[in-house]
């Protein structure tokens, strides 16, 4: 009985831990979305409240897990006060891998990320939509974008502020069924785990070998 209760302190005290040490970041990630203090803080609060709940034995980088918790939180909030596209730009990624939801609630929730991610893959081209995925979603500093996507810094900033303008526009392309499930799957799995490997490498595989040094 101590051995478990002094373990489930440990585990207690690290998961305090983990999100103390994350939490500036993550207020910064809500705040970038909704541009007012309160209502960052109040996303901040509630991922915290996810974050006790979570099942961490699934989590493979808290980190990125918490970033993304923030994002879908951030952008649901941005989304339901009706922000304007200078706060809010881009579909809403919406709560999935909740493991509380009913599988109707489950079912409405992947069907939101499919809109989610169609209408990236209908409005930006790969790279594009690579680097405003992996800045926007997951917080890559522009250096990380640059490593995982094989470009210049400068290029990866470009890309992001170009994703912007493009999804304000009416702009269309067809979509590939086998590409949209392929991302909506990665998004998925890294939502529910934080793990983000397959999530980069199919982003970038994606991308043209031609590319900006």
């Given amino acids: 009985m101590l051995t478990l209760a002094g373990e489930t302190m440990m585990t207690v005290h690290q998961r305090d831990r983990e999100f103390a040490t994350t939490r500036p970041r993550l207020f910064a990630i809500a705040y970038r979305f909704l541009g007012d203090v309160g209502e960052a803080e109040d996303v901040v609060q509630?991922?915290?409240?996810r974050w006790e709940r979570a099942d961490r034995s699934v989590v493979v980088n808290p980190p990125a897990f918490l970033a993304m918790t923030t994002t879908r939180l951030a952008l649901n909030v941005a989304q339901s006060a009706r922000k304007r596209r200078e706060?809010?730009?881009?579909?809403?990624l919406v709560e999935w891998g909740d493991s509380s939801a009913s599988l109707e609630t489950?079912?409405?929730?992947?069907?939101?990320?499919d809109l989610a991610v169609r209408t990236l893959l209908e409005k930006l081209t790969p790279a594009e939509r690579a680097a405003y995925i992996l800045r926007k979603a997951f917080d890559y500093p522009y250096r990380r974008i640059s490593e995982v996507l094989h470009l210049a810094e400068a290029h990866a900033r470009q890309l992001v502020r170009r994703a912007h303008e493009r999804l304000s526009t009416d702009r269309s392309r067809p979509v590939d069924p086998a590409t949209h499930q392929q991302l909506v799957q990665a998004f998925l799995d890294a939502a529910r785990t934080g793990d983000l490997g397959d999530l980069e490498g199919l982003l970038a595989a994606d991308i043209p070998l031609r590319r900006t040094a």
């Fill in 87 to 92: 706060t809010y730009a881009g579909p809403a």
């Fill in 106 to 113: 489950a079912a409405e929730q992947h069907e939101a990320v």
């Fill in 46 to 49: 509630e991922t915290w409240l």
